[in-house]
């Protein structure tokens, strides 16, 4: 592994953060559409929004620091993500048979909005998938003349393409088969952070405020008449997302420069952090300590309990990490010896 990137490890201890951010604040956003405290929590949304799509982002910068070994690889997806998935889930699946009353027992194990409690879990399905072709993103991330092809066909069919069909009712015969949303924001990740053109920092504030303008408006206005909040303008394949999410990439890249040890400390620990949040404490965490919903308890989630979240996350994260550490050594010792 080559040096770290300064602003690399700022970008992911943010989207980390923003991430429990979203999640802490979700009732106000869904529960309450059209009403002024909507439309205040809206003014939060537009950025959390951006956390996820940036973590596919930083992921593809990263690439050329990352040599793969097919086997190593696929054996980290299977006991670091694929197994924990579901042992969550069936987590999940026992909690609802016991405290909700749910009768079946396979039904909804494995993924359901309806029968699972741990539906949230929906994003680990998605990145478990962007695992298991991580080392084909690789190979193009790499070649400079895939990597361009790469991006602006994937632009094409994830931006423009819906865009016509919709506009138009039109159906595109050559179908998407490989430019997913995530592996689209993976490529041009990495597009960004190969970049050497050079752009100035305060026009990309600037723009980044004017673009967050438009973001708000289009957001807010095409759902304040809707009966259920469905994020409208701020989901990974809304173009006003990737411009946003690609303006605070450059801006950061352009702005951060040195390395800050503490920063560098989180960021790693992101992932574990984002792992268990979404595994252990999303649920339980949502309303701590606010449980009004109201403007108390909207900054309340966003000044205290992501915060917090966030903290005590990093805290379990430290620990599994000194125990892996410590019986890692003690039994290198005991097979030395």
Same mark, same amino acid.
């Given at each position: ?25 979700s ?7 059209g ?6 929590a ?10 996820v ?33 579901f ?9 609802g048979?016991?405290?909700l ?14 029968r ?41 069919? *994830? %931006?423009?393409v819906? +865009? $016509?069909s919709?506009? #138009?009712? !039109?159906r ?8 997913? =949303? ?15 053109k050079q ?22 206005l ?31 890249k352009s702005?951060?420069?040195s ?10 620990? *992101? %992932?574990?952090?984002? +792992? $268990?949040?979404i595994? #252990?404490? !999303? ?9 009004? =919903? ?31 550490t410590?019986l890692?050594?003690?039994f290198?010792?005991d097979?030395?010896?």
């Amino acid at each position: 592994m080559g040096e770290r990137l300064p602003y690399i490890d700022f970008l992911k201890v943010i989207a980390c953060i923003a991430v429990i951010n979203l999640h802490c604040t979700s009732p106000w956003v869904t529960n309450f559409l059209g009403t002024p405290l909507w439309f205040i929590a809206m003014l939060d949304a537009i950025f959390t929004h951006l956390a996820v799509p940036m973590f596919f982002m930083l992921a593809g910068a990263v690439i050329p620091k990352r040599t793969i070994i097919l086997r190593e690889h696929y054996r980290k997806v299977f006991f670091r993500y694929i197994l924990p998935t579901f042992a969550c889930l069936v987590l999940y699946k026992i909690l609802g048979i016991l405290l909700l009353g749910q009768k079946t027992i396979f039904e909804g194990v494995l993924y359901s909005l309806e029968r699972n409690p741990g539906f949230h879990l929906w994003f680990m399905w998605i990145y478990i998938g962007y695992m298991l072709v991580f080392p084909a993103l690789v190979a193009i991330a790499k070649d400079d003349g895939a990597r361009t092809v790469f991006f602006n066909v994937g632009f094409i069919y *994830t %931006f423009i393409v819906p +865009l $016509l069909s919709s506009a #138009f009712d !039109l159906r595109f015969p050559a179908t998407n088969v490989l430019f997913t =949303v995530y592996g689209f924001y993976f490529i041009a990740g990495n597009h960004l952070a190969v970049m050497k053109k050079q752009f100035d920092p305060k026009l990309l504030l600037k723009i980044l405020a004017a673009m967050s303008a438009i973001t708000y408006a289009f957001a807010t206005l095409s759902s304040h008449g809707d009966t259920i909040y469905t994020a409208k303008f701020l989901t990974a394949n809304s173009m006003l997302i990737f411009i946003n999410t690609s303006l605070v990439f450059l801006i950061f890249k352009s702005y951060i420069t040195s390395q800050n040890t503490i920063i560098s400390f989180l960021s790693k620990h *992101t %992932f574990n952090i984002y +792992l $268990l949040h979404i595994s #252990f404490f !999303l649920k339980p965490f949502s309303f701590l300590a606010f449980p009004m =919903v109201n403007m108390k308890g909207l900054l309340g989630s966003i000044f205290f309990t992501a915060p917090v979240t966030f903290l005590l996350c990093l805290a379990t994260s430290c620990t599994l990490v000194a125990a892996k550490t410590l019986l890692h050594r003690k039994f290198f010792l005991d097979d030395a010896a």
